[in-house]
């Protein structure tokens, strides 16, 4: 479903002392994405072997050298809108958000923060579901929807603080910004950067339809290019069901790795694509690419 990437040095060791540790150098990388697999049917498809997975990197094929599937411990942080827009739409959201907390496993972390026209940290990362689900509930919904600038403060909360390998944002809202100073598209760098996958539960109203598509779109705009998804719920039901969706979808998915055909570290953005086949037809979620400068190696 973005997706996280890792440069590996390496270079030949002595002969004469081989318990040395080796020589990095800059001119070797690995690349590697998280990635998720669904049916037609938006299902998430698991136990897929590495055979049925093909990469491409600016179209050219790239050989797999990395791959590991499963069930994986994550640090998620809930962002939730308490803006003035989510008046009727809030008791949703909070379904939606506890759903995706009820299928924390041991191992994961979480964090929570409502946002209106600022955000505020609410719980900080911590594997306590109570002080979690406490975090939750808020019913104030006041003032604008600065989503674009929250989700940036809690990128930059789990590069600092996350203790997992999978990072995932849950924004929980109607996805009209109207507060936001920070672009889209600095978003996608920074999730693509620390390879934080974003997913969407826009909760909408039957009575403005009209809205409900753009913020349903501002929200796909964001978390497709992360490997993510965005679902839409128009009531309590489906908000809970899209929750524990969204719980699964950010549990399960493939690591896979590749030594880039190009190794050079030119600062030029290369556009990712991975396809796999299954018994049906199934389509990949990962990143959109990655920039390769020496600032981004790990």
Known sequence: MTAAWLFAFCAAGSAAAPQRPPVFGAEIGVV?????????????????????????????????????????????????????????????????????????????????????????????????????AGGLARRDSIGGTALRDAVARAADYLVEHA??????????????????????????????????AVFAIAVASRDDPDAARKGRDALEELTESTGGSTHQAWDGVEADAHGREAALEMRHFYTIGYAPLDQALDGTYRKLRVVAKGQEAVRVKTRAGYRATPAAVR
């Open 32 to 132: 590697v994405l998280q990635a998720t697999v669904h049916n037609r049917r938006g299902e998430p498809v698991v136990g897929l072997p590495r055979q049925a997975f093909t990469v491409f990197e600016n179209g050219d094929r790239q050989a797999i050298t990395i791959f590991r599937s499963g069930d994986t411990p994550v640090s998620l942080g809930i962002l939730l809108d308490n803006s003035r827009s989510m008046r009727g739409k809030r008791e949703a959201a909070e379904a939606a958000a506890l759903a995706a907390l009820g299928g924390s496993r041991p191992g994961d972390e979480a964090f929570v923060m409502n946002f209106a026209d600022k955000a505020r940290l609410d719980v900080p990362l911590t594997a306590d579901r109570g002080a979690l």
């Open 163 to 196: 203790a997992r390998t999978r990072k995932v944002l849950l924004v929980v809202s109607d996805g009209n910004d109207n507060a936001s100073v920070t672009r889209v598209d600095a978003l996608k760098r920074t999730a693509a950067d620390h390879d934080i």
